[in-house]
C-alpha cells in the first residue's frame, strides 16, 4: 500500500483572528476564536481538532463495519473537547471524549464486537495525537520597520527593540 502524500494547508489572516484556510482546490475554511477575543465566525483550532479525531474515528469504524459486510444505516459522533489550564496557566487540550452511536442492519453482533476491538488502532489522527505528534515550528517574520524577527525556541517573536519573548497566551 501506498503512503500518502503530506497534506498542504495555507492560512490566511483576514482581521481580528479570523483565517481562511484554503486546504486546496476548492476546499476553504473560516476559523476563528470565539468572543471575547475573536467573533466566533468558524471554530477555533481546538473545536477543528476535536472534529478531526471524530471524524478519523467515524471513518474507521465506517470502514471496518463495512469490511465486515455490514450495513452501517447511521452514524452520529459526539466530540467533548475539554481546555485545562497547565502549571504555567497556560490553556491547554486536557482531554478529548470521543461517543460514537453506530446503528448496524441486521443482528452481527459478533461482526460488530470485532470492529470495536479494531477500529480505533487504524485511525490516523487520533493515533497520532495520543502518542504525540513532532511539531517543528519556524517563524519567517518581517516587520513594517525593518527590524530583524527570530524565532525562537518557545515559537514566540522577539526583535532587537524587544527584552525578550513576549508572554502572551494563543
Known sequence: MAER???VVHLDLREGYRFVVDMGGDQTLTMDEPPPLGEGAGPNASTVLGAAVGNCLSASLVYCLRR????VESLETEVVVT????????????????RLHPV???DSVGR???????????CVVTESVRHGIAVDVAVDAATSSGAPTTSTAEGTLATDHDDG??????
Not at 481546555?83 to 470521543?98: F, H, M, Q
Not at 460488530?112 to 487504524?122: A, H, K, P, Q, T
Not at 519573548?165 to 494563543?170: G, I, L, M, V
Open 68 to 71: 465486515a459486510h455490514l450495513e
Open 104 to 106: 448496524v442492519a441486521g
Open 165 to 170: 519573548p513576549s508572554s502572551q497566551d494563543e
Open 83 to 98: 481546555p485545562v489550564r497547565d502549571e504555567r496557566g497556560r490553556l491547554r487540550i486536557g482531554a478529548i471524549k470521543v
Open 112 to 122: 460488530v464486537g470485532r470492529c470495536l476491538e479494531l477500529f480505533e488502532d487504524f
Open 5 to 7: 502524500d503530506a497534506s
